[in-house]
C-alpha cells in the first residue's frame, strides 16, 4: 500500500512537471495573439479544439459514461473559478512582462498549502508556514507598495489581477482533489473546457462585434471587448496548437492532483518560474527588474522549502522516525 503511495505521488509529480511546460508555452502564444485578437475569442477557439482532444481522452478512460457525476454544482463552481483565474491572469498577461505577471501568479501553490489545511484536513507545520509567509512578502515586494500610481508601469488593478488568479487556481485544485476521488482526470478536463466555451460565447453574444471597445483607452480593457476577427494564415496554426495544449493542461494537471497530496504537487509548479524568464527574454526582450527578482527569490525558496519538508514528512512515515531523523 505504501508503494503505491508513493509511486502515485510520483506519477503526479510527473504529470504536474507536464503540465507546467505547457503552460509556460501556452502562456507566451496567447500573449503573442493578444495585440490582435479579443480574449474571448481566443479563449473559445482554444477550448473547442481542447474539448475535443479530451473527449478523445475520455474515451480512452473508460467511454463517455464516466462524463456523469454525482456532484454537478462542484464540478460547475471548479470550472467557473478556473475561468475566473485565466481570465485575469491573461489579461494582466496582455500588459505585463511574462516574468512579472507569472511570478505573482506564483502566490497559487502558497494559497493551495494554506488553503490545504481546512479544506482538505492536511497538516502543515509552522516551519512550512513560515516558508508560506516569506513568500507572500516576495508576493508585497512585487506590488511595490513604497511606489506612487504615476511611477508603476501598469495600474495597481491590473497588478492585482494575477494574484487574484492565484487564489481561484488554488481554490481550483483544492476543490480538485476532493473531486478527484470520484471523478477521471478527462472527464475533469472535458467539464474545464465546457465551461470556457460557455463563457467564451457569452462574451462574445454580448460584446463580440466590439462595440464595448470603441473608444477605450485601456490596454486590459481593449483585450477584453476588442471585436472577433478571423485569424490570418500563420495564426490558425497558433490556435490550433493552444487547443491541443490547453487538453494537455487539463488533464495533467486534473491527473496531478487527483493522484497526490496538494502540499506535494504544488511546489512543482515553480518550474514555471524560470521558463517565464525565459520565454519573456527569448521572445519579448523582457527581463525582470529587481524588485521581480527579490520578489522570485522569495517566492522561490519559500516554495523549495515547502517541498523540502513536505519529502522529510514522507520519509519520515516510510521509514520510521528514528529513521526519517537519521535520513
Request: contains cysteine; proline residues 5%; charged residues 15%.
Amino acid at each position: 500500500m505504501e508503494t503505491l503511495r508513493q509511486n502515485r505521488a510520483g506519477l503526479g509529480i510527473l504529470f504536474v512537471l507536464i503540465g507546467v511546460v505547457c503552460i509556460s508555452v501556452n502562456d507566451f502564444l496567447i500573449k503573442q495573439l493578444s495585440g490582435g485578437y479579443p480574449l474571448h475569442q481566443i479563449v473559445f477557439t482554444r477550448s473547442s479544439i481542447g474539448i475535443v482532444v479530451s473527449l478523445l481522452i475520455v474515451q480512452y478512460e473508460g467511454g463517455f459514461g464516466i462524463l456523469r457525476t454525482k456532484t454537478p454544482w462542484q464540478h460547475t463552481l471548479r470550472g467557473v473559478l478556473i475561468v475566473i483565474a485565466n481570465m485575469t491572469f491573461f489579461v494582466g498577461l496582455a500588459v505585463m512582462p511574462l516574468a512579472d505577471v507569472t511570478a505573482l501568479f506564483f502566490a497559487a501553490p502558497l494559497f493551495i498549502t494554506l488553503l490545504s489545511i481546512p479544506i482538505l484536513g492536511e497538516k502543515v507545520g509552522p516551519l512550512r508556514m513560515s516558508a508560506v509567509a516569506v513568500g507572500f512578502v516576495g508576493v508585497i515586494i512585487m506590488q511595490r507598495p513604497w511606489a506612487d500610481a504615476d511611477s508603476l508601469e501598469v495600474s495597481r488593478y491590473v497588478l492585482a489581477l494575477p494574484v487574484i488568479a492565484a487564489l481561484t487556481y488554488a481554490l481550483n485544485q483544492i476543490l480538485t482533489r476532493k473531486l478527484g476521488v470520484e471523478s477521471k482526470a478527462s472527464a475533469m478536463a472535458v467539464y474545464i473546457q465546457g465551461m470556457f466555451i460557455i463563457v467564451s460565447l457569452a462574451f462574445f453574444v454580448v460584446a463580440g462585434d466590439g462595440r464595448f471597445a470603441e473608444g477605450a483607452t485601456s490596454g486590459p480593457m481593449i483585450f477584453l471587448l476588442r471585436a472577433w476577427v478571423w485569424p490570418e494564415g500563420p495564426d490558425m496554426w497558433v490556435f490550433f496548437g493552444l487547443g491541443v495544449n490547453s487538453a494537455i493542461i487539463g488533464y495533467c494537471l486534473s491527473q496531478a492532483y487527483r493522484l497526490a497530496d496538494a502540499a506535494t504537487i504544488a511546489p512543482f509548479e515553480y518550474i514555471g518560474l524560470p521558463l517565464a524568464v525565459f520565454w519573456g527574454f527569448v521572445i519579448f526582450g523582457d527581463l525582470p527588474d529587481l524588485a521581480v527578482w527579490v520578489g522570485i527569490a522569495l517566492i522561490l525558496g519559500s516554495g523549495l522549502f515547502v517541498f523540502l519538508r513536505e519529502r522529510q514528512k514522507v520519509r519520515m512515515v516510510t521509514t520510521g522516525p528514528a529513521r526519517g531523523r537519521r535520513g
